[in-house]
Nanobody
Framework: VQLVESGGGSAQAGGSLRLSCAVL????????LGWFRQPPGKARERVAA???????NYADSVKDRFIISQDIAKNEVYLEMNGLKPEDTGMYFC?????????????WGRGTQVTISS
């Protein structure tokens, strides 16, 4: 299984960016896809996740600003980021959890950089 992120870049505070992740290869059945980020000099943190049935959850820091969605037919997951803040800066990773529990992410993309200026 390979996950390939795209859509990162630079934006000003208050702006928006949309990340995409293509899942290449078999990640069948119950599965969960998520977005994580790693700010500079900090540990990786979970941003949002969505299971195959569309149930999603978010980190408190991004609730009401970010929206995770998926296209099951295309095997893609997206992260719409609005109201961006400088603290949203970091490397964003797409991840896949074949168990579907959203707590066992085993497949990871290489990441896409997001930089937000004030």
């Amino acid at each position: 299984v390979q996950l390939v992120e795209s859509g990162g870049g630079s934006a000003q505070a208050g702006g928006s960016l949309r990340l995409s992740c293509a899942v290449l290869g078999p990640l069948y059945g119950s599965r969960c896809l998520g977005w994580f980020r790693q700010p500079p000099g900090k540990a990786r943190e979970r941003v949002a996740a969505i299971d195959r049935y569309g149930s999603s959850n978010y980190a408190d820091s991004v609730k009401d600003r970010f929206i995770i969605s998926q296209d099951i037919a295309k095997n893609e997951v997206y992260l719409e980021m609005n109201g961006l803040k400088p603290e949203d800066t970091g490397m964003y990773f797409c991840a896949g959890d074949p168990s579907g529990t959203c707590h066992n992410f085993r497949h990871w993309g290489r990441g896409t950089q997001v930089t937000i200026s004030s």
